[in-house]
Nanobody, 117 residues
């Protein structure tokens, strides 16, 4: 059974930092592209950052410079470090695992991030 379990969300003041974690089980983690997606209130889910099996990362333009995605294949875990948080970063952050051949994809349940003073 595949599980993606996110953690690390919460309420943070503008300018603060968070590190989100997603622990995967039930998949061969090394052959999956891992990603973080955000769904803001009333909006569609959007890609924030992805990291390939070869450790190549990709970011949405608004995340460049403040968001850092990384993966630890030994722990089957992907991280998202978010610095200098802004209120527009508020939303539910979902972890995604996509097979390198694109034949299957899995989602976590999401973790809420709220940026507010």
């Amino acid at each position: 059974q595949v599980q993606l379990v996110e953690s690390g969300g919460g309420l943070v003041q503008p300018g603060g930092s968070l590190r989100l974690s997603c622990a995967a089980s039930g998949i061969n983690f090394r052959i999956y592209t891992m990603g973080w997606y955000r769904q803001a209130p009333g909006k569609q889910r959007e890609m924030v950052a992805t990291v390939s099996s070869g450790d190549s990362s990709n970011y949405v333009a608004s995340a460049k410079g403040r968001f850092t995605i990384s993966r630890d294949n030994a722990k089957n875990t992907v991280y998202l470090q978010i610095n200098s948080l802004k209120p527009e970063a508020t939303g539910v952050y979902y972890c995604n695992a996509r097979h390198i051949l694109g034949v299957r994809s899995y989602w976590g349940q999401g973790t809420q991030v709220t940026v507010s003073s």
